[in-house]
């Protein structure tokens, strides 16, 4: 088992108003599983993804990683467990603007010890670009790339220090039909190559590319596919 959540709920405090983001999630995800998470604009779904990537932390519940429950790390111990282990793709590509998309690739890399003209981050990246096509776009800044290739640096970025688990939310969201195509395929590839991965998508075709599908509902788990196959539900 991978990844574990018990019970594990989010809530936000504007004003006299609380608002249960997330409420009470159980969930099990094992190696090498691929996930889409959907349900209406407001259920919760990039919470949920927030919590469970540890970026933020839950009001109530358990998260455990192979067995360890990391929802007791304090902020140094969370950050540097989301730097080794953690991948994460925006829809909004998150790159750093006026650099070029080697180094951006390489940031990770530099968090986890590398020095900033290491040699070996530098061939790393440069490998992780060409394995997205990026080959011959290393010193291209992100206004100088298109969405799609944005995404694909981001991607890189997100596999560079060779994480256990790649969260994305609305990977295709900004983007056309086919530089959504191209990343559905990077990451259908990714997974077949062992890859766990956890997508949020409001798109059927791009949820399609999952092997399962979880909908959220007004920050419950309404339903799974894994559930109904096992006959659960
Ligand atoms: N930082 C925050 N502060 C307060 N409320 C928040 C915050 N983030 C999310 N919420 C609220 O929590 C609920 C769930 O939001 P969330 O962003 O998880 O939804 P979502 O399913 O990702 O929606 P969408 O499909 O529109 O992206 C919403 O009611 C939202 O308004
Ligand atoms: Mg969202």
């Given at each position: 088992m991978l990844l574990r959540l018990h019970q594990v709920s989010k809530s936000y405090q504007i004003g006299d108003t609380t608002i249960r983001a997330l409420d009470g999630v159980s969930l099990t995800v094992e190696e090498k599983e691929f996930l889409a998470i959907m349900g209406p604009s407001g259920s919760g779904k990039s919470t949920f993804l927030q919590v469970a990537s540890m970026l933020a932390e839950p009001s109530h519940g358990e998260i455990y990683l192979r067995g360890a429950e990391v929802s007791t790390y304090n902020e140094i111990q969370r950050a540097h467990l989301r730097n080794k282990e953690i991948g994460f793709i925006f829809q909004s590509f998150n790159l750093l603007a006026r650099t070029s998309a080697l180094e951006n690739v390489m940031l990770p890399l530099f968090y986890a010890?590398?020095?900033?003209?290491?040699n070996t981050a530098k061939e790393k990246a440069k490998v992780m670009l060409e394995r997205v096509g990026l080959g011959d776009r290393l010193q291209n800044t992100p206004a100088q790339l298109s969405g799609g290739q944005q995404q694909r640096v981001a991607i890189a970025r997100a596999l560079i220090n060779d994480p256990a688990i790649i969260f994305a939310d609305e990977p295709t969201g900004n983007l056309d039909s086919k530089s959504g195509e191209d990343i559905k395929k990077i990451l259908r590839e990714l997974n077949e190559e062992g890859k766990t991965i956890i997508m949020v998508t409001h798109e059927d075709d791009v949820a399609e590319i999952a092997k399962r599908q979880i909908v959220f509902k007004d920050g419950k788990v309404l339903s799974d596919s894994a559930s109904k196959k096992k006959g659960k539900k």
């Open positions: 010890g590398y020095g900033a003209d290491s």
